[in-house]
């Protein structure tokens, strides 16, 4: 089984001191750093592009676990891989040659998702497993933090997990994941957990690691 990993999305962190909020959660206890790119087509929300993550890169080591909510993906991957990107995943639903995408993040030197919508069928990544280093299901709809867990995406999860077999390909759950649904999604099959007002809650740096720590304890229970 693969180790928990807590991924705190930075939607949720305040934007007026976002270099700060990064430096904040690396501290608090951040496996990964979840960044949602939304270009206000794709999804109904406009959030940051390449040139954010470019100027917080040097505030931390940790991973930048990008999610590419925007479409189309392909003319922007090279320049999040410039700006920092270690993770670079595109939705299914973004375009037609999901393929040819997840084969470009590769050449890029990056690790390669695939994120599904909820009403999307895991059916989507049959043939592309192999071009895969991690599934991202939405608990949600995207565009927006802060919302509820949607439990119709359990049975898909764990449906996804058996679908990734041993393949070196990690499962991240992502949209309204808190300490109270960790264990679930981790029980069914999720190893990589997006959180990002279960973890910015409160507002202050303290609070960061004790609500890390309880998501992290909830899934590895
Ligand atoms: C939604 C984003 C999620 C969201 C998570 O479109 O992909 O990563 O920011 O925020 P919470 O954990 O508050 O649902
Ligand atoms: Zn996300």
Redesign the pocket.
């Known amino acids: 089984t693969k180790e928990i990993l807590i991924a705190p999305?930075i939607?949720?962190a305040d934007f007026a001191r976002l270099g700060e909020e990064v430096a904040a959660i690396d501290a608090a206890g951040a496996d990964w750093i979840?960044c949602?790119v939304?270009d206000g087509h794709f999804?109904p929300?406009i959030s940051f592009g390449a040139d954010v993550i470019k100027a917080i890169r040097p505030r931390t080591k940790n991973i930048f676990d990008v999610?590419l909510?925007i479409a189309p993906a392909d003319p922007y991957l090279e320049a999040f891989a410039k700006a920092g990107a270690d993770v670079i995943t595109v939705h299914a639903e973004a375009g037609a040659h999901l393929d040819r995408s997840l084969q470009a993040i590769r050449m890029l030197g990056k690790k390669a998702g695939v994120?599904l919508c909820p009403a999307t069928p895991e059916s989507a990544i049959e043939h592309v497993l192999d071009r895969l280093d991690l599934v991202?299901v939405?608990?949600?709809?995207?565009?927006?933090?802060?919302?509820s867990?949607l439990g119709s995406q359990l049975e898909k999860i764990a449906r996804i997990k058996s679908m990734i077999g041993a393949r070196p390909i990690r499962l991240e759950v992502?949209?309204?994941?808190?300490r109270d649904n960790a264990a679930a999604v981790a029980a069914a099959g999720a190893d990589t957990l997006?959180?990002?007002?279960?973890?910015?809650r409160g507002n202050s740096a303290a609070e960061y690691a004790a609500n890390i720590a309880a998501i992290r304890t909830a899934a590895e229970a």
Request: aromatic share 8%; hydrophobic share 45%.
């Open positions: 999305s939607l949720a979840h949602d939304m999804v929300n999610h909510m994120s991202l939405m608990t949600v709809n995207p565009g927006f933090g802060g919302q867990f992502d949209g309204g994941v808190t997006v959180a990002g007002s279960a973890v910015f």
